[in-house]
């Protein structure tokens, strides 16, 4: 005969079970509310264009609709933001690449496309616009730092026109191109956030040419089992509809 539980133990038994089950349908309406209104702290880095143009409306916007969840936005070098990301120090970076050029994530890592946006050619006051690309082998250009997106894009343009281009002084900053436009040191390439964010002063002309291509913005996260947290997913899911719903062009 095998062991039979004594009256006192059938009852603590089926106690277990009864709090087992509680316990079970607890974490189930947790998880759900979880899901449905997902709170917390996320942190994104990104750049000085997308941070005016898209994440300081979207703080805007969220506060409104999602008052529970905090958006810690930082102005942060792409660099240092996806070492940031790996450490777990960031959960979302916004990264800018010209032409679709973007290498595949790393592993644990996802990349989202955000938005693809066209480079403009910003012209001093002075100057008469260009009408097409041929027009720009004679201008003077404003430099984009090395490794930038506008970097490549200006590599891209030279091999398209296939002459170098005569460049004057280099910048990093998107407002410290323009203030060099300004004193008509020469013509620069941005992208149209820049443009959309309303740095560009009223004298300057902004012309778009055919050829001139694309930046793309991509948002990464950190992709694992438990990753991106709900909340992490909230906030992407509100930027992509940020970004589809600037108008562009």
Not at 18 to 37: G, K, P
Not at 196 to 201: C, D, E, M
């Amino acid at each position: 005969a095998g062991a039979v539980l004594t009256a006192a133990g059938k009852v603590l038994a089926e106690a277990a079970e009864r709090i087992e089950d509680e316990l079970t349908t607890v974490r189930r309406e947790l998880a759900d509310l979880d899901d449905s209104i997902p709170s917390g702290v996320v942190r994104v880095g990104s750049f000085a264009s997308a941070v005016r143009a898209l994440l300081l409306p979207l703080l805007t916007s969220l506060a409104t609709t999602s008052p529970e969840l905090e958006v810690v936005v930082e102005e942060v070098e792409e660099r240092s933001a996806l070492s940031r990301l790996r450490r777990g120090e960031l959960d979302l970076v916004l990264i800018e690449r010209d032409e679709h050029t973007l290498p595949a994530a790393p592993r644990g890592m996802a990349d989202i496309p955000l938005l693809d946006e066209s480079w403009l050619v910003v012209v001093p006051a002075e100057q008469a616009a260009p009408s097409t690309l041929a027009d720009l082998v004679r201008a003077t250009w404003i430099d984009l730092a090395p490794g930038t997106a506008g970097a490549f894009a200006l590599d891209r343009l030279e091999r398209q026109l296939g002459t170098p281009l005569t460049m004057r002084h280099v910048a990093y900053d998107y407002d410290v191109v323009l203030a060099m436009v300004s004193q008509g040191l020469g013509c620069a390439l941005l992208p149209e956030l820049a443009v959309y964010s309303g740095l560009v002063p009223d004298e300057l002309s902004v012309v778009r040419l055919p050829g001139l291509g694309v930046r793309q913005l991509v948002v990464r996260h950190r992709s694992t089992r438990t990753e991106p947290s709900p909340a992490t997913r909230a906030v992407l899911e509100a930027l992509l509809a940020q970004a589809q719903g600037l108008e562009l062009g």
